[in-house]
Nanobody, 126 residues
Framework: QVQLVESGGGLVQAGGSLRLSCAAS????????MGWFRQAPGQEREFVAA????????NYADSVKGRFTISRDNAKNTVILQMNSLKPEDTAVYYC???????????????????WGQGTQVTVSS
């Protein structure tokens, strides 16, 4: 059965860093796009970053470009989000997501992701 477990969230001061990790038990992990999304209370789910199956392509939301880096380790079925220079507006629950299609491109659209983790809280203080 498919399971995704996020870890690494916490409380940090503005300007600090966090490293989020998502361990995915899913078939054909190495052929799927992996993504990170976030959602603040009362707000819509927001795209953060995505990386394709071979790590040859990655894209980011404008709000995190230059600060966040997405990577993956296919041998460990893991996707990572390194977050630097954190801002209070980064506060949200962060979710990892598994792409629906195999050998496909990255996407900012939630409907193109098939499986979702339970989320990990990131809180950035001023």
């Amino acid at each position: 059965q498919v399971q995704l477990v996020e870890s690494g969230g916490g409380l940090v001061q503005a300007g600090g860093s966090l490293r989020l990790s998502c361990a995915a038990s899913v078939s054909a992990f190495s052929t799927r796009t992996m993504g990170w999304f976030r959602q603040a209370p009362g707000q819509e789910r927001e795209f953060v970053a995505a990386i394709n199956w071979s790590s040859s392509s990655a894209n980011y939301a404008d709000s995190v470009k230059g600060r966040f880096t997405i990577s993956r380790d296919n041998a460990k079925n893991t996707v990572i989000l390194q977050m630097n220079s954190l801002k209070p507006e980064d506060t949200a629950v962060y979710y990892c997501a598994v792409g629906r299609r195999l050998y496909s491109i990255t996407s900012y659209r939630p409907r193109e992701y098939e499986y979702w983790g339970q989320g990990t809280q990131v809180t950035v203080s001023s």
